[in-house]
């Protein structure tokens, strides 16, 4: 089993729908959350750290239950430009500082 | 936030030789890493560069064959030796941005073809 787990995809939706990715990690001693966005030949960029509290950044809302091991990403009112891999990354700190990256979800937004 | 490039941007190769690739960051950074993306596939960390002493390399890549360079805290390079076509894939650098979440920012990466 993979540390950190993704919905495969792809996720093929409409502009203007909602659309939820889900991420599991399995190590509890993980720290710090994010989701990553990357375009198709481009590298990853940080989308939005992800906390307890959750936390909104314009359309994407980010949420995190340390009790389940679960982490979200919701996309509201999906634009075209909203297409590319979401990837979930956990960095954990044990046995030394790590970076664990998902597998990634693909997201086509079409018209 | 900093600044981060590579080169060479891409690049093909015959196998058996050797690429080395740079990364530069427009300020010090204390983490920089080195991953290995793959078609379709998620990144792997290669090795984490320690500048002034020997790269920590992950399970499965060892340094004859990844030989990394971290003179000092702005720069680092990579090394891909003795290639093969299944080195062929997307080499990208990345620092930590030493905030509280240790969020990492990457390179636009370097793109190898082994023939």
């Known amino acids: 089993r993979k540390e950190v787990e993704q919905d495969p995809g792809p996720f093929n939706v409409p502009e203007g729908a909602t659309v939820a990715f889900n991420c599991t990690y399995s190590?509890?001693?993980?720290?710090?959350f994010f989701w990553y966005r990357q375009d198709c030949r481009k590298e990853p960029k940080l989308l939005m750290s992800?906390?307890?509290s959750g936390n909104e950044d314009g359309r994407f809302t980010a949420q995190l239950n340390r009790a389940s091991q679960y982490i979200s990403l919701l996309i509201r009112d999906s634009k075209l430009s909203d297409s590319a891999t979401y990837l979930c990354?956990?960095?954990?700190?044990?046995?030394?500082?790590?970076?664990?990256f998902g597998a990634g979800t693909r997201l086509f937004v079409k018209a | 936030s900093a600044v981060i490039s590579q080169k060479p941007s891409r690049d093909i190769c015959q196998r058996g030789t050797s690429l080395t690739i740079q990364c530069q960051v427009d300020?010090?950074?204390?983490?920089m890493f080195w991953y290995r993306q793959q078609p379709g596939q998620s990144l792997t960390l290669i090795a984490t560069?320690?500048?002034?002493?020997?790269?920590?390399?992950e399970s499965g890549f060892v340094i004859d064959k990844f030989p990394i360079s971290r003179p000092n805290l702005t720069f680092s390079t990579l090394t891909v030796s003795n290639m093969s076509p299944e080195d062929s894939s997307i080499y990208l650098c990345?620092?930590?941005?030493?905030?509280?979440?240790?969020?990492?920012?990457f390179g636009p990466g370097t793109r190898l073809t082994v023939l």
């Open positions: 990354v956990v960095n954990r700190n044990t046995g030394g500082f790590k970076t664990i």
């Open positions: 190590n509890s001693a993980s720290q710090s």
């Open positions: 992800v906390y307890s």
């Open positions: 300020s010090q950074v204390t983490m």
């Open positions: 560069a320690n500048q002034g002493s020997e790269a920590t390399y």
């Open positions: 990345s620092f930590e941005a030493g905030g509280l979440d240790n969020e990492q920012f």
